[in-house]
């Protein structure tokens, strides 16, 4: 199994920035991708950027050089700086962590976490 422990979000005016991180433990996949996912209300959960153990990034085109991931591989842990940020980023943001084991594709999901921006 594998704990994501989310942390950061909250409130913003747009314009602002925030940061939210993501520790992962438990087991952890010699090859895996961290990456965070948001559901704004009424919506979809889409993806925002993900993060490959090796450093290879993706972002959704509606966050391109507003928002950057990282990641810490010695402490399993995912970061999102946000910038710039609009209104329509308000979201509940989840981490994700996924990758083989035993054969199998495994994907991990935190609880969540709010992020609000105010306009």
């Known amino acids: 199994q594998v704990q994501l422990v989310e942390s950061g979000g909250g409130l913003v005016q747009a314009g602002g920035s925030l940061s939210v991180s993501c520790a992962a433990s438990g087991i952890i996949f010699s090859i895996n991708t961290m990456g965070w996912y948001r559901q704004a209300p009424g919506k979809q959960r889409e993806l925002v950027a993900t993060?490959?153990?090796?450093?290879?990034?993706n972002y959704a085109d509606s966050v391109k050089g507003r928002f950057t991931i990282s990641r810490d591989n010695a402490k399993n842990t995912v970061y999102l700086q946000m910038s710039s940020l609009k209104p329509e980023d308000t979201a509940v943001y989840y981490c994700n962590y996924q990758g083989p084991w035993l054969g199998e594709q495994r994907s991990y999901w935190g609880k969540g976490t709010l992020v609000t921006v105010s306009s």
């Open positions: 993060i490959t153990n090796g450093g290879s990034t």
